[in-house]
């Protein structure tokens, strides 16, 4: 198991996708279910954890392997595509923080990195929740500017110096949201090795990352 945490648009799961394809390994991002609850919460018009479930079981939220990825699955059908609007964007840390929300993520997270020989899972409490047991732990981080710019990018957008101060102080929001919540909040594991990505380029931290795992895990 190989986790890799972080805040909100530090690179975690772009990182961790392209670590998982060098390494011939399966990845998952912890993040989509979050998201795929947040859309059902969203439709439902509901903030009750109970009342989240049971419409994410009646509407089929579950992750499935394709190739070397698992994918989240909504209404049969791949859930990407209606999981990364702003509305949920702006949604999910208040519903992942609800208990019952992460105890039904974390057991389908469980079930789902057993189907692989190597999994390389990326998250907000991987390494300090979900499998505090992990091989290798990362803690991938980034200044609020450099990972705004980043999403605005993600966006297709043009990051203005307003644009970038706007989104920092949002990502700045969330961070204090996931960092505060008393379920699992967002934190460093001690045996975490810290990266800093700020002035590094993509290829640069995928290579950190790889060199790590193969130095912990030789065979």
Known sequence: MIAIDGPAASG????????????????????ALY??????ALDAESRAPERIVVEAERRGLELRR????????????PAEPVIRGRDVTAT???VAAMPLIREWVNR????????????VLDGRDIGTDVFPDAAVKVFLTATPPARAERR???????PS?????????????RDAIDSSRTVAPLRRAEDAVLIDTT?????????????????????
């Open 12 to 31: 975690k799961t772009s990182t961790a996708a392209e670590v998982a394809r060098r390494l011939g390994a399966t990845h998952l991002d912890s993040g």
């Open 35 to 40: 998201r795929g609850l947040t859309r059902v």
């Open 66 to 77: 394709e190739a070397d990825e698992i994918v989240p699955y909504l209404d049969g059908r």
């Open 92 to 94: 999910v840390s208040e």
């Open 108 to 119: 389908r997270l469980r079930e789902a990195a057993a189907w692989g020989r190597l999994a």
């Open 152 to 158: 605005i990018r993600q966006r297709g957008q043009d």
């Open 161 to 173: 110096g307003e644009a970038v101060e706007r989104e920092a102080r949002a990502l700045a929001a």
């Open 199 to 219: 002035a590094l380029g993509f290829d640069e931290q995928v290579e950190r990352i790889v060199a790590l795992v193969r130095e912990r895990l030789p065979e």
